[in-house]
């Protein structure tokens, strides 16, 4: 039995790492990344904001040394979801079962103006790119603006505008700036009213000014204004961008999307090809773009292909459950636990903010890369 996961980000590490323990050498997964190493989302504002260094984040997949598993760094080419297989700058790999985990891509240069006037957090290298950006910042206005819909970790652009102002007020130039915030969304989170609420209390607490239901969609570099959908202008002098996210150009071109994401059975996590299923970020699932709901899903399609090895049914379905840590600023942290059934309304709740769950969130990294990698980390 031959399996192939395509990417190895939560979704992928997960399903290498349950299929390994299940399994042992008796089935060949081979897992395939382009990249060196991997990353935690989070730990992109760690290094952005000082508290870490880039090398300390990154992950090497050199150290996934499981049973049964070989990880190949490449760069697939094409997916063929039909016969399984994909092409790759290694070679051709070819599966009786596959698991597409590719996550999603940013596209600043999708935003007019954005790579000559701003500056985006979501990806490594922009992200680890802004901490000297930061630091070297002189005071004044900082915009942080979502320019398209959807985007990966929702919380995060409310913990970079408080995590902004933690920074500013350590560098003592909080009387000579302003932050803002502007989202299309009409609350922070808006499946979990209070997340949101807590969120809008520190904004108002700090002086940080919200700006909801409003899509960036373009920068003018020259005059430094942010221009809105409705056309208003918005002027900053250092503008963090959520820039837009689409599937990486290898999925878009397989055939396997609809409206620019892969569909999947929200239970099962299949796809529309037999032996193909899809997990996180690449997916039109319906949770939120985030890394623990990617595990989430990695869990459930472990659980049916372990089944269909042993000859029995398939126990799990996907509860669209999930708990994300969220940074508050001042050395505090929440935890907001949700659930997105499929057909349900989603419905959350708010652990804190409080300083005792720095550990939590610490603990949460730490147990991952355990897990994954089979080492201890230590975060700071
Ligand atoms: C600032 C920020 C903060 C965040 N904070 C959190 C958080 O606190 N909690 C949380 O759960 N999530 C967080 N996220 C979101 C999280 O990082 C992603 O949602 C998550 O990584 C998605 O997991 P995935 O398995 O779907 O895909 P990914 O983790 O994105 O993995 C996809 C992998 O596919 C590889 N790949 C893509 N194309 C190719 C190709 N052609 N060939 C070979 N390999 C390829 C990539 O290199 C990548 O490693 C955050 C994101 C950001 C930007």
Known sequence: MKILLLGAGFGGLELASALSEEFGD???VTLI??????????????VMFGRTTAEAVVHPYADVVKPGVRFVQTTIRSIDPTARSVITDDGTFEADIMVVALGAEVDPSATPGLVEGGHEFYSNAGAFALREVLDSF???????GVTSTPFKCPPAPSETALLVHDLLERRGLLEQSRISLVMPLGAPIPPSPDASAALLTAFAERGIEWHPGTLITSLDPQRNV??????SEL???LFLAVPKHQVPAVVAESGMCVDGWIPVDPHTLETNFPGVYAVGDVTSVGTPKAGVFSEGQAVVVA??????IRGRQASMTYDGAAACYLEFGEDEVARVDIVFAPGEPP?????????SLVADKFAFGADRIRRWFGRDWRQF
Do not use: N
């Not at 659980?303 to 269909?308: H, N, Y």
């Open 33 to 46: 990344d382009r990249s060196a190493g991997f990353v935690f989302g989070f730990s992109k504002l760690d």
């Open 347 to 355: 419905h959350g709740s708010l652990a804190g903010p409080a300083s």
């Open 26 to 28: 008796q089935v060949e």
């Open 138 to 144: 002189p005071g004044g206005h900082v915009m942080i």
């Open 303 to 308: 659980d049916r292909i372990i089944a269909s």
């Open 226 to 231: 942010a221009i809105t959908a409705d056309g």
């Open 235 to 237: 002027p900053y002098d």
